[in-house]
């Protein structure tokens, strides 16, 4: 399974910023995913969640962001969506995306995986 992150760069303090990233396998194709999320790494600071959606739309989100992002997922293309408007500098970081329990070719794959990651950098 391969995460295909996308979206990040510089924003000004108060701005907005949306974040993709798309699921795929090597061969055949995804059948479902039980959820996907993004977490991000802040300077010196350890991984944290942002938020995560579950295949039942159920979403969840990090005290820090909520109020000021939206998780989405468009299913047909596995792909999920990071919105996030009223940016701070402490929203600086790299974030990665994330999908847990990927069925793909009837296998359930029970494993985390993760994008390569995408800066963000909220600054003047």
């Known amino acids: 399974v391969q995460l295909q992150a996308s979206g990040g760069g510089l924003v000004q303090p108060g701005g907005s910023l949306r974040l993709s990233c798309a699921a795929s396998v090597t061969s055949g194709s995804i059948d479902s995913i039980n959820n996907m999320g993004w977490y991000r790494r802040a300077p010196g600071k350890q991984r944290d969640l942002v938020a995560q959606?579950?295949?039942?739309?159920?979403?969840d989100y990090a005290p820090s962001v909520k109020g000021r992002a939206t998780i989405s997922v468009d299913s047909t293309k596995n792909t999920v969506f990071l919105e996030m408007h009223s940016l701070k500098p402490e929203d600086t970081a790299v974030y990665y995306c994330?999908?847990?329990?990927?069925?793909?070719?009837?296998?359930?794959?029970?494993?985390?995986?993760w994008g390569q990651g995408t800066l963000v950098t909220v600054s003047r």
């Open positions: 994330n999908a847990y329990n990927v069925r793909a070719g009837g296998i359930l794959y029970s494993n985390n995986f």
């Open positions: 959606i579950f295949s039942s739309g159920t979403t």
